[in-house]
């Protein structure tokens, strides 16, 4: 109970911790941060709520950008949950998060494959097996990095779409590295989201290839398009600690 009051007071400063009663839409649509340690269990901030992470193992937090940080095997592990349309603005989003890549998903048949950072019906974030970001929004917005996102090491990706004006940009490090036009404004529902995988399963030799395979942290999606500079100064952060990616033991137990 401590640990959890102390938690509260460290973000109050950022947005209400959700109480009991009915959520609104705030300037944050959904947070995970995945320092609530809760086997296997994510908490997500602004509703206040756990989703399981699905895996052939205990969940595996490590070290993060701030506090720990879940560890992606690429294959059997993930977050589902069921999406609250009713706290997702349909005109102005930012998705960001601090990723480090293991290895790129693999490519079936020649074909290219998506390890969704976060995946729904309406976006789509994630690695190619090419090692490209690729982000796609069903309101009419699609675009793949030109550059290959580096492995072994920290990144701070965003994207932001202002339907209004029409634009989607997607950043790297604080730097725009590609943007395209957006048509429609969102159209959430209650659907399921997973964190980690895409939303279809690809099967290859028996093994699911659309995962992500690496460290996600700080999964955040505002309700407001995020200026440059305010994307540059989140990414200005410096990680006290390199990303371990080595296979941890407990994958090996029994």
């Not at 490519?107 to 982000?135: C, H, K, P, T, Y």
């Not at 957006?182 to 699911?208: H, Q």
Request: proline share 3%; with cysteine; aromatic share 12%.
């Amino acid at each position: 109970a401590n640990l959890e009051q102390f938690t509260r007071n460290c973000i109050g400063y950022l947005y209400p911790w959700p109480s009991n009663e009915a959520v609104e839409m705030g300037e944050v649509a959904m947070h995970f941060s995945f320092d609530k340690n809760e086997d296997n269990w994510a908490y997500e901030l602004i509703e206040g709520k756990n989703h399981p992470i699905i895996s052939n193992w205990p969940a595996e937090r490590v070290r993060g950008v701030h506090g720990d940080g879940l560890r992606i095997d690429g294959y059997t592990t993930y977050i589902e949950g069921q999406l609250n349309a009713s706290l997702f603005s349909k005109d102005n989003i930012t998705f960001a998060a601090w990723i480090a890549i293991e290895t790129f998903p693999t490519g079936q048949d020649g074909g290219i494959q998506l390890g969704s950072i976060f995946s729904n019906n309406e976006l789509d974030v994630a690695i190619n097996s090419q090692g490209r970001i690729f982000v796609n929004i069903e309101n009419g917005g699609q675009i793949t990095s030109a550059q290959v996102m580096e492995s072994d090491e920290w990144i701070h990706m965003a994207v932001t779409v202002d339907v209004a004006n029409g634009m989607l940009i997607l950043y790297k490090n604080g730097q725009a590295i590609g943007s395209t036009h957006v048509s429609d404004r969102f159209s959430w529902a209650n659907r399921n989201f997973w964190i980690g995988k895409y939303r279809t399963d690809v099967l290859y030799a028996g093994f699911n290839i659309n995962h992500f395979n690496g460290i996600i942290d700080e999964v955040v999606i505002h309700n407001k398009t995020l200026s440059a500079a305010q994307i540059a100064q989140d990414a200005a952060f410096k990680p006290t600690y390199s990303p371990d990616l080595t296979i941890p033991a407990s994958r090996f137990a029994n």
